[in-house]
């Protein structure tokens, strides 16, 4: 089992940039494959990145942030980054780090596959 927690949420103008940490206890973070997502008041929980496991994994985008976001993790800090550019008012949410089953091999965008999630932290992007 696997504990996520977020950091790094804020306040920034648009265009700006913010970096969110998500920090995992547990053993074996790097079985896990480690995703965002995000949710806007009143919409659904989308997908915004994915890393999978490993030291090398493959990294995947939901179309609207392909160019602008990085996702990254660091498996001696037991830690995933996801690093955010030229951020829109849209984008306004709160962001949520997520992990699936160790060793999971799948469908990354469906929140239904993720077993593990933090409590979230708060982007405000102002226009």
């Known amino acids: 089992q696997v504990q996520l927690v977020e950091s790094g949420g804020g306040l920034v103008q648009a265009g700006g940039s913010l970096r969110l940490s998500c920090a995992a206890s547990?053993?074996?973070?790097?079985?896990?494959?480690m995703g965002w997502f995000r949710q806007a008041p009143g919409k659904e929980r989308e997908f915004v990145a994915v890393?999978?496991?490993?030291?090398?994994?493959?990294?995947y985008y939901a179309d609207s942030v392909k160019g602008r976001f990085t996702i990254s993790r660091d498996n001696a800090k037991n830690t995933v980054y996801l690093q955010m550019n030229s951020l829109k008012p849209e984008e306004t949410a709160v962001y949520y780090c997520?992990?699936?089953?160790?060793?999971?091999?799948?469908?990354?965008?469906?929140?239904?596959?993720?077993?593990?999630w933090g409590q979230g932290t708060q982007v405000t992007v102002s226009s």
């Open positions: 547990g053993r074996a973070f790097s079985s896990y494959a």
């Open positions: 890393i999978n496991w490993g030291t090398g994994g493959s990294t």
């Open positions: 997520a992990a699936p089953p160790p060793w999971y091999i799948g469908d990354y965008y469906d929140t239904g596959k993720y077993a593990y």
